[in-house]
């Protein structure tokens, strides 16, 4: 059942720039949907936008059934985790988790055994009485969350929760919050620039470009059949490759005339240019010169990652990575065949991007 | 070596304390323990004579409690108005540098002339105050610079009018060093405006502000030039310790004496010196780490 729906929800800023184009985007109750994309993509003014922090100039936002847009945030029911923590710097971890109930004038008695029940929760106790200034940027992200959930929303908002933190507190603390989503099944909306921990979080992922939305999808759909270049290089680390052929009746051919793939095209395939996309993972990388399917290509760079490595190669000026073995060794400068894997390989339009 | 060198550095300005901050501090101590006149000859020590007069002097009680009561009023006044006038400037519209331009022009200009100029504001015949309360159907309008009961009501006025731009300058600073996000978070967390207000506005800009009142305070207990220029030295009803001190030394020319004043006045700065320092002290703890 759709919990929250974006009708061509759309800003533009009074000086002319356009922050989002046109959003549409249902999310059901329960789930949690990962707004993914680089800086300056309009993630997180769609984000603003759902919580009211900022207003939308175009389209409509629904909430649990209820036109929202034009309310402000304290009308909304939602729960904000920000990206700088906006603790209260004066106040305690315990005032600051008592504030949202302050407002809504829960008496006392109630605050307090309702701020032991969150800060136990989130496993803040001990931290009750220290300022926020005193904390880690782990812990304040922490007390962060416990003020979001304390009210118990509907509705949890994340703008870049994690961005901040260095990468042990980052796991640890993205593993906990995808836990306390799943344990109290609130509906989530989750900002982030890092594609990583979008797969990890994600029931869904938006990937978004210039203010639009450019694919929405399982973790799995996003990877796999990514519906544009744009898509297939922003998700996956590193990104696609990219290897512009040209399709014909017998294969995939280079411009040096040999051949990325050899199969015999389907009826319905438009012969022509193409761009070829392969992951990382999918390329083999292989020293027989006697090799006649593949693309020739000179090692640049050998990137070792523990359990496996990552090639560069350079083949006439166009980069290409490979994922290969960590046993597996290639001096720099050796030529090498790479050869893409039938299953890995993907096709998209060399004019508009869009896979074919 | 090094030290030589360091003590080099550190003579000229310490010199320069010796005469001009402790040699003048200690004579004035020892002068208040003579009869010297202002017009100099012979002097004789008259030991605690001179004190015992200041405690026993209604006059001086007087002025203690003129002063007090002018330095929290003037104090009190300019902080709310300015704080009040901060809020309703902290925004962006069209126009509000030259605002806040125009309001800071009686900060800048002399005091004495500050004075001078309200006196004719003031009068109460041709004042233009006067003439507005009167066009405005008050026939017997009041008599600022006579009434006993409104001559300080009109320092107190016309130092208010000069600094309390001084701390609508404070708190605008205060108010936009409070990070937006903390009012995005309020806003989320279902805050009323007023709560807002008192929970995160205010004790925000707190510390800020009794740092900016204490300066104003300890500046206002020397309350000299507005007294001088509104009232002369000599008015009961105004007379504030250092109007007292003037004509003590300048007009009595009782220079031992007015030396006795001059240090109990400086023991009270000194406690009130004291009291700015602790607070700034607590407040740089208190704000330590606070830039997030």
Known sequence: MTFLALNAVAKTYADGTIAVHGVDLAVDEGEFVVLLGPSGCGKTTTLRMVAGLERATGGSIQLAGKIVTDLPPSQRDVGFVFQFYALYPHLTVRDNLAFPLEAVGVPWRERAVRVNEVAAAVGVTELLSALPRQLSGGDQQRVSLARALIRRPRLWLMDEPLGTLDAAVRASLGAFIHEQQRRHRVTTLFVTHDQEEAMQLADRVVVMEAGRIRQVGTPTAIHDAPRSRFVAHFVGSPGMNFIPATRTAQGLCLADGRHLMIHNAASTDVLGPVIVGVRPQWLQVSTDESEKVGLVATVVLDEYQGDHRLLHADAEGLRLVARIPATQRHALGARVILVPHAEGIRLFDPHSGAAL | ?292
């Open chain 2, 1 to 292: 070596m090094r030290h030589r060198l360091g003590w080099a550095f550190v003579i000229p300005t310490l010199l320069f304390l010796i005469i001009f901050n402790v040699f003048p501090l200690i004579s004035s101590v020892v002068l208040g323990f003579t009869n010297s006149e202002l017009t100099g000859g012979s002097w004789e020590w008259v030991g605690g004579r001179n004190f015992s007069r200041v405690f026993n002097d209604p006059k001086y009680a007087a002025a203690v409690r003129t002063t007090v009561l002018f330095t929290v009023v003037a104090v009190a006044v300019e902080l709310a108005l300015g704080f009040i006038l901060a809020l309703a400037l902290h925004r962006d519209f069209r126009g509000k540098t030259a605002i806040l331009t125009l309001l800071l022009i009686p900060m800048m200009l002399p005091p004495a002339v500050m004075g001078i100029y309200w006196n004719f504001l003031f009068d109460g015949d041709y004042g233009v105050i006067n003439q507005v309360l009167h066009a405005g159907g008050l026939l017997a309008p009041p008599q600022w610079r006579t009434d006993p009961g409104l001559k300080l009501l009109a320092v107190v006025a016309v130092d208010v009018w000069m600094w309390s731009p001084f701390m609508l300058l404070i708190s605008l600073a205060g108010l936009g060093s409070i990070p937006k996000h903390l009012y995005e978070a309020a806003e989320i967390d279902r805050a009323s405006r007023w709560m807002v207000f008192r929970r995160i506005t205010l004790p925000l800009c707190a510390p800020l502000l009794g740092l900016a009142a204490l300066l104003r305070a300890t500046d206002a207990l020397k309350q000299f030039d507005l007294v001088m220029a509104i009232t002369g030295p000599n008015d009961a009803s105004t007379q504030t310790l250092s109007t007292l001190l003037y004509q003590v030394i300048f007009s009595n020319q009782r220079v031992g004496l007015g030396a006795a004043y001059a240090c109990v006045v400086l023991v009270l700065v000194i406690a009130l010196a004291i009291g700015v320092t602790r607070a700034l002290a607590r407040m740089r703890s208190a704000n330590a780490g606070q830039a997030v």
